[in-house]
């Protein structure tokens, strides 16, 4: 039932860009991106609600194609404090607000 | 400044000890969440509560209970623990409603040795 999501690992420079994808086998109603800083708990990032929806955070974006049932986490000009591992999760059904993970991606920026 | 406290940060438990992990929340939060996280498999849902005495089974319940007697507090019961029980589990908490998104709130995680 976990998405999946790609690379599993991802090592970048300060300034690079990054993308993660997050694809799902059942039909995806929404999607939340959450990212967990090593030795803390995870932090919400954003939800994506509807297909096509985009959304930002700090330089941080995210797209949904609800008919590909896929999501896409764009990092944009990485920073060291981006470094973490990210996960994308979804409801189990629609309606629902029980939500499962996919197995995450590392992300690491060195200077 | 919202919270999800889990009561142990650290255990270290013997094969067939019975267990209780707790965790609060102060948001008054409908729902709450048991995942368990372990290198490699990402966080995987052990139970769901959508309400007091409500709960749903997550893709990994075998060998774990739950009790939601009040709305703020969700605990986590290993009857009889065992090795491959060893892991963190992080408590979450969430609410729908206006201006929510469903923002999922994670206490800081249990870490569980089981010997």
């Known amino acids: 039932q976990q998405p999946v999501q790609s690379p599993q690992a991802v090592i970048l420079r300060e300034g690079e860009d990054a993308v993660i994808n997050c694809s799902s086998s059942?039909?995806?109603?929404?999607v939340h991106w959450y990212r967990q800083k090593h030795g803390e708990a995870p932090v919400f990032l954003m939800i994506?609600?509807?297909?096509?929806e985009q959304k930002g955070h700090e330089k941080i974006s995210a797209s949904f194609n609800e008919k590909k049932q896929q999501s896409s986490l764009y990092l944009t000009a990485s920073q060291l404090s981006y470094s973490g591992t990210y996960f994308c999760?979804?409801?189990?059904?629609?309606?629902?607000?029980?939500?499962?993970f996919g197995k995450g991606t590392k992300l690491t920026v060195n200077p | 400044d919202v919270k999800v406290t889990q009561s142990s940060r650290y255990l270290v438990k013997r094969t067939g000890e019975k267990v209780f992990l707790e965790c609060v929340q102060d948001?008054?939060?409908?729902?709450m969440f048991w995942y368990r996280q372990d290198p490699g498999l990402g966080l995987r849902l052990i139970y769901f509560?959508?309400?007091?005495?409500m709960k749903e089974k997550g893709d990994i319940p075998e060998g774990y209970s739950v009790s939601r007697e009040k709305k703020e507090r969700f605990s986590l019961i290993l009857e009889s623990a065992s090795t491959n029980q060893t892991s963190m589990y992080l408590c979450?908490?969430?609410?729908w409603g206006p201006g929510n998104g469903g923002e999922l709130f994670f206490g800081e995680g249990s870490r569980l040795t089981v010997l």
């Open positions: 948001m008054d939060h409908e729902n």
């Open positions: 979450a908490s969430s609410s």
């Open positions: 509560s959508y309400d007091v005495k």
């Open positions: 994506l609600l509807k297909g096509g």
């Open positions: 059942k039909a995806l109603y929404s």
């Open positions: 999760g979804r409801p189990t059904q629609g309606g629902s607000e029980k939500l499962v």
